[in-house]
Nanobody
């Protein structure tokens, strides 16, 4: 069973930093993408950043470029999102997402339970 366990959310003042972690378990293939989405109250879920294990590429939404950094510990199957210079508009529930490509070629989509990030003075 694939599991994504998130941690690291919390309350921080504007300009502060937080680091989110997503520990993935339950799959052994090397073809997967793990990333972060967020959903603010009353808004649609949006993609924030992702890391592709197959080619080590990364993606960032324009709104977080230069402030957020995604990294991974392959041995631990853990992806981190370092969030610096946080703004009140970064306030949202952050969800870890994994798209895993099985040996059959089928893709499977998994979600974590979400962690709240609140940026407020």
């Amino acid at each position: 069973e694939v599991q994504l366990v998130e941690s690291g959310g919390g309350l921080v003042q504007p300009g502060g930093s937080l680091r989110l972690s997503c520990a993935a378990s339950g799959f052994t293939v090397d073809d997967y993408t793990i990333g972060w989405f967020r959903q603010a109250s009353g808004k649609e879920r949006e993609g924030v950043s992702s890391f592709s294990r197959s080619d080590y590429s990364t993606y960032y939404a324009d709104s977080v470029k230069g402030r957020f950094t995604i990294s991974s510990d392959i041995a631990k199957n853990t992806v981190y999102l370092q969030m610096n210079s946080l703004k009140p508009e970064d306030t949202a529930v952050y969800y870890c997402n994994a798209i895993v490509v099985a040996f059959s070629g089928l893709e499977y989509d998994y979600w974590g339970q979400g962690t709240q990030v609140t940026v407020s003075s």
